[in-house]
Nanobody, 125 residues
Framework: QVLLVESGGGLVQSGGSLRLSCEVS????????LAWFRQAPGKQREGVAA???????IDADSVKGRFTISRDNDKNTLYLQMNSLKPDDTAMYYC???????????????????WGQGTQVTVSS
């Protein structure tokens, strides 16, 4: 059983910062790719940032220069540091894990096998 538990969401003013955490069951090295996705009301879920075992990462254009993804394999935890938050960043944020024989660094939803329950981020203007 793979469990992903997000935390760190909340209400913040525009321009503020939050750091999301995702505790991953087992050794994070078992997962080639870990990622953050988000879903705003009435919109499709979209990839925000992803990171592989070697520390390579990719970001969505909408968050480049503002969000940073990282992973601590000793603590089995994935992070998302979010700075310069905007009202458009308001969404439920989910972490996801990829277990695959053909690992790939991706922001495609279909590339991930396991999902957390999400943590709400609300940015007020």
């Amino acid at each position: 059983q793979v469990l992903l538990v997000e935390s760190g969401g909340g209400l913040v003013q525009s321009g503020g910062s939050l750091r999301l955490s995702c505790e991953v069951s087992g050794n994070t090295n078992n997962y080639h790719c870990l990622a953050w996705f988000r879903q705003a009301p009435g919109k499709q879920r979209e990839g925000v940032a992803a990171i592989d075992r070697d520390g390579r990462s990719i970001d969505a254009d909408s968050v480049k220069g503002r969000f940073t993804i990282s992973r601590d394999n000793d603590k089995n935890t994935l992070y998302l540091q979010m700075n310069s938050l905007k009202p458009d960043d308001t969404a439920m944020y989910y972490c996801a894990a990829q277990v695959s024989n053909i690992p790939v660094l991706t922001l495609r939803e279909g590339g991930f096998n396991y999902w957390g329950q999400g943590t709400q981020v609300t940015v007020s203007s």
